[in-house]
């Protein structure tokens, strides 16, 4: 997607067509500043080998709920990027390492991953938590046409859509919390990056999914 002087590029975290994509746009659209889908505490996370970690600290800071959320997320990223051979971010990595490269601005525009964690815990209800516990079940123990997913490749934006849709009726305020809150913060940050630098060529590599509504938030505060 393009506006202005901004290209947006969706990725998906674990799929190898996402490191081609960052590698290719990047070659063919010249940026003068990447604007990434990170905080300052996540990029360091990418980097680091071993980390450190009170578990007590996290959950003081961010609360149980996001504490147990963050980790099983996690979880579940490691294992399905083992399955394609892909870490977790690696998009991310290869961005911010090209950008050294070739000495680029680099721009982390996503909100605190603390503010995130800690907002989940406070605003995912016990409606939305029975609600998953029960789709859980359900998908266990009920058959359901399987939809084939290419977890090497960015999901179809159909797909996409169809997904963000029932998670957005089903969770509202996991959707809110983690999307939509989310994506506002993103959108003032990248604004304001804009008027602050019109004349400069900027790519905004972010989560696909995302890139339709962040859109339509940036260009309103422009």
């Known amino acids: 997607m393009n506006y202005k002087n901004l290209t947006i590029l969706g990725t998906s975290h674990i799929a190898r067509q ?38 007590y ?8 709920q996001g504490f147990l959320f963050n980790l099983i997320g996690a979880f579940v990223e490691k294992k399905l990027g083992k399955m394609v051979g892909v870490k977790p971010g690696s998009e991310m990595k290869l961005a911010y390492r090209i950008a050294q490269e070739k000495k680029l601005r680099v721009a982390l525009i996503d909100q605190k991953i603390e503010i995130t ?30 939809i084939k997913i290419d977890l090497t490749k960015v999901p179809e934006k159909k797909l996409i859509e169809q997904m963000i849709g029932h998670v957005k009726e089903r969770y509202p305020n996991f959707y809110k919390v983690l999307v939509e809150d989310r994506n506002k913060v993103m959108a003032n ?34």
């Open 18 to 55: 996402s490191l081609e994509q960052v590698k290719n746009t990047i070659e063919s659209k010249k940026p003068d500043i990447l604007a990434l889908e990170l905080d300052k505490k996540r990029l360091i996370a990418l980097f680091s080998k071993k980390q450190r970690r009170s578990f």
């Open 57 to 64: 600290a996290d959950i003081k800071a961010i609360g149980l």
């Open 189 to 222: 940050n990248l604004a304001a990056l804009m008027k602050m630098f019109p004349e400069k060529q900027i790519l905004a590599i972010i989560g696909a999914g995302h890139e339709k509504e962040f859109l339509q938030l940036v260009k309103q505060k422009i």
């Open 117 to 146: 964690l800690r907002n989940f815990s406070r605003e995912f209800t016990w409606k939305e938590k029975s609600r998953f516990m029960f789709d859980i079940v359900k998908g266990i123990f009920v058959r359901r046409p399987r």
